[in-house]
DNA sequence: CGCCAAGTTGAAAGGTCTCAACGCTAGTGG
DNA sequence: CCACTAGCGTTGAGACCTTTCAACTTGGCG
């Protein structure tokens, strides 16, 4: 089966056998799901939040596929797209401090919700946002521990960086500081 | 430009401001360079080896696509494929030891050369082949220092899993426990 | 009100990194 | 022919960061 996600956040993972796992992608609304030409996924799809799917068969893709000019190129752009964010992961994983790991895991997450959720928020206000996932799906997402997280999201907090207000909402105080925790690549 | 690797590796990488790299691809014989569809790639791309390319303008890649009808599908499945491999890294560089790290590794590289190289090996014979990168390309493709990586290869070595003639050639004496050292996913 | 899951915090253990010294090999020039 | 040098690789000791294990707090919900 294929989907779209309509509304909602889906975590793609991978699993080693004694249970560590790994978070390899976070997929957001207008997001497809599936592993084209090919039986299986390599990973599993997991839902964070309530949500909804578009689904269709492999018949309806591969009809899309042929009937649809655009449909393969845009999935293809895409697919480029996602690469290019797993490797900015990889540079993550690989060589980020615990602490930059979590900085740059908020920045995305402010960005992405920046460009969909609050069109309407003005410049200058402190951007604030729900994150989508617990903890533990963070410290999957950033090969860390839980306990690692939330001693970082704690420094940050003490540090005057973000605000919190239950564990959940995040309030960025001073961008240019989280930036800069982020380390960004050239 | 785009190009098509007729001979050599070559490695992509992506870089933080103070220096740390990350090595987020290797590239060989018969693989695709370039980012399609945007002005600049994310990320750089180094010779690690002599190489020889197949070089080619824009221009004639978007012929390419526009002319030969299989040509972007082929493309497409092409970066699928990377992309699950990129996510199988992700795994690795989140959640793998350094000794792990380093064995899966050398099973990635034997099983690349065995697809292309040595044909003709018995079946027993231990699996026998030359790193095509330093000890720092590897660390960098790991996320480990040169130190690290060094070590895990001396480790190897003193419990008979690998046997080294000089630095860069590697035998493989015990292909069951190489495997169970690597910790292969789910 | 009390329970349970999620999150936080502390202390100790462990793994990787850092810094430093040393070894090996290949290319160079006397 | 051979010391010499430079680059790569190995090894050791200590520092540092993250993990582990444990106790405790918080928040949501019956």
């Given at each position: 089966y294929f989907a779209n996600i309509i509304s909602g956040v889906v975590k793609l993972t991978k699993t080693l056998s004694d249970g560590r796992q790994q978070v390899v992608g976070l997929q957001f609304a207008s997001d497809f799901l599936g592993r084209p030409y090919r039986p299986t996924s390599p990973y599993s799809a997991e839902a964070v939040t309530r949500i909804h799917l578009c689904t269709y068969e492999k018949r309806q893709f591969e009809r899309l596929v042929s009937e649809m000019p655009g449909f393969e190129h845009r999935m293809f752009e895409n697919t480029l797209d996602e690469l290019d964010a797993a490797h900015e992961w990889m540079l993550l994983l690989g060589r980020k401090s615990a602490q930059e790991?979590?900085?740059?895991?908020?920045?995305?997450?402010?960005?992405?919700?920046?460009?969909v959720g609050c069109k309407g928020r003005l410049p200058g206000t402190p951007l604030q946002f729900d994150l989508p996932i617990t903890r533990a799906e963070i410290a999957d997402f950033l090969g860390l521990t839980i306990e690692t997280v939330s001693r970082q999201f704690s420094k940050l907090k003490v540090g005057k960086v973000i605000g919190l207000e239950g564990s959940r909402t995040v309030i960025v105080l001073d961008q240019a500081r989280l930036q800069r925790a982020a380390s960004a690549s050239e």
């Open positions: 790991k979590v900085a740059s895991f908020l920045q995305m997450v402010a960005h992405r919700i920046d460009a």
